[in-house]
């Protein structure tokens, strides 16, 4: 054997065996985050708004104002999550959530879900860049696209099973003499706090400590991360406070705001717009069909991201990557309130969703290209906090501008404007790897 041909299957082993025991777990624990977060978007049209007396713009408020907790302290958690190490913090951030998130279980009104949406805004953040920020010091560059995308399954396949299953729990209605959108939110929320605790067992922080490694793939993981923290160190090394001031990192920021405006449009509004289906269409759908209804947009958009991925890490990642899913998107999406059919309806949403998900793990590949150390957890955190802040625009503008017109149509072109400048910008970037280093250029 020659010593080429044992690198090559020291690399291969290192990078199946992290790649099965790190990233299904912090995949779950995504599930379990981005479920908790999005659970509002199922009580909204079951009962929630009725009982609180909510307006639509009211309900884009209190789905968006998490966002507000969530950006506060979204750099100081993340750079927390550096100096404390991945597995205290992300158990203490999902604990934390958890305990937060049963307490909608009683909620009584407006102000109160107000406030605790922003508590659980603050309780989660640092959790999504505390986990990219993880799996990155784990995988070198080359193989962080294919981990990554993993890693974001998780997101589409929340709604795949997470909206059936909390219809499920909201058809337990009466149960404990609660409401049914009552015992979603209990149903959704403890698993955060199981799961947290164990991960506190289950995760390790750096390869040289995982007892489930050889000797020879933890020095070969080692070694090869320590030398692309070196060439970045040495090319374009930052320190936290210049990675915040870098024009990349806040370009990246602006284009992440455009797919995550896309996202939380469609993640907050599509119950309720398939609950307008029966006036619309005149279809009926119990509280079982629409949770099934919902989630048909994800299993294609969770094949998309492994097929485009997968050919995005074959061809190396390049600006068209991101920004061709995001252009479609920014289409498809305007055009979807104006199918004549639930069934071109839903098509038309399966096409937006199935783009914002091929984009964004591959938009996730490229910070750590030039930031390592403490300005990679720094700048990973604001690209994440300034494309949060979408979080918030995209419920809350949405629900105002329906209430303004009495559609979505208006609102939904608001978005695939958001989209397409996201898709512009990322055409605007030259992602060759240079030294390490994607080169930024807007044109």
């Known amino acids: 054997m020659t010593p080429d041909t044992q690198t090559t299957e020291v ?25 908790d977060r999005t659970a509002i978007s199922f009580a909204g049209p079951n009962g929630m708004t009725e009982d609180l007396g909510m307006t639509a713009a009211q309900f884009g408020f209190a789905a968006g104002i998490f966002f507000f907790g969530y950006i506060i302290l979204e750099v100081p958690s993340n750079l927390a999550l550096h100096k404390y190490g991945a597995r ?10 958890g305990i937060v998130a049963i307490l909608f279980t009683w909620v009584s009104t407006i102000p109160q879900l107000y406030v605790l949406r922003f508590l659980l805004g603050v309780a989660e953040a640092g959790f999504f860049p505390g986990a990219i920020l993880f799996l990155s010091s784990w995988v070198p560059q ?47 929320a403890l698993p955060a706090i199981i799961v947290g605790i164990v991960s506190w067992f289950y ?8 007892k489930w490694l050889t000797a020879e793939e933890k020095a070969w993981l080692t070694g090869e991360l320590a030398r692309e923290d070196t060439a970045k160190a040495t090319a374009h090394g930052k320190m936290t406070g210049l990675a915040l001031t870098d024009r990349r ?11 995550i405006y896309g996202l939380y449009a469609i993640a907050f509004f599509l119950p309720t717009i398939i609950s307008g289906f029966e006036e619309k269409f005149g279809t009926k759908f119990d509280v079982f069909d629409k949770g099934l209804i919902t989630a048909i947009p994800y299993l294609p958009a969770a094949v998309s991201i492994y097929l485009w991925s997968k050919f995005a890490a074959r061809k190396g990642v390049k600006g068209w990557h991101v920004g061709l899913p995001a252009i479609i998107g920014a289409i498809s999406i305007p055009l979807a309130l104006f199918m004549g ?22 938009f996730w590949t490229i910070p750590s290209r030039f930031l390592t150390g403490p300005a990679a957890a720094a700048g990973i955190a604001l690209i994440n906090t300034i494309g949060n802040v979408a979080g918030f625009a995209a419920p809350y503008i949405t629900g105002v501008l329906k209430d303004t017109t009495g559609l979505y ?24 790897d240079r030294a390490s280093t994607p080169q930024l250029r807007t044109h």
């Not at 990192?249 to 797919?259: D, E, N, P, Q």
């Open 11 to 35: 690399e291969r082993s290192a990078i199946r065996k992290v790649t099965v025991r790190l990233v299904p777990f912090i995949a779950l624990m995504f599930f379990i985050n981005f479920l």
């Open 88 to 97: 205290r913090w992300l158990a203490r951030i999902m604990v934390t959530w």
């Open 142 to 188: 080359r193989h962080r696209s294919t981990v990554l995308a993993f890693f974001y399954l998780a997101q589409p396949l929340t709604i795949v099973v997470g909206a059936p299953l909390a219809a499920s729990l909201i058809q337990a209605h009466g149960m404990f003499g609660l409401e049914g959108w009552r015992i979603m939110f209990f149903g959704v």
């Open 203 to 210: 995760l390790t922080d750096k390869p040289a400590d995982a």
């Open 249 to 259: 990192v806040w370009l990246l920021s602006a284009l992440y705001f455009g797919l």
């Open 341 to 362: 059919s639930p069934e071109t309806t839903i098509l038309m949403i399966t096409i937006t969703a199935c783009a914002i998900f091929s984009a964004l793990p591959n």
């Open 409 to 432: 149509q208006l609102p939904m072109f608001v978005v695939g404007a958001f989209m397409l400048l996201a898709g512009v910008l990322a055409f605007s970037v030259d992602w060759k």
